[in-house]
């Protein structure tokens, strides 16, 4: 019998790779328009939004994939 039941790490898979794609969406437009000078943040010449984007991204698209439903465990 197959199981119907969907994963808690599916849906949190699922809500990172949306926010991953939001925010370095957002660090690639501020750092491509120059806006990120205009800021008054310190470091902000390191562009994290661009990587803490990148590595949600990553691990939602590796949690999505890996508990994906319908896939065996």
Known sequence: MKSTEIS??????????IYGVMIMLY????WVTGNW?????VLANLHAPVWW???MLA???FY?????????L
């Open 27 to 30: 660090g690639m437009w501020e």
């Open 8 to 17: 808690i790490w599916f849906f949190i898979g699922v809500l990172l790779t």
């Open 53 to 55: 984007g990148a590595i």
């Open 59 to 61: 691990l939602g698209l």
């Open 37 to 41: 000078k205009l800021t008054n943040v």
């Open 64 to 72: 999505s994939l890996r508990f994906r439903p319908g896939k065996e």
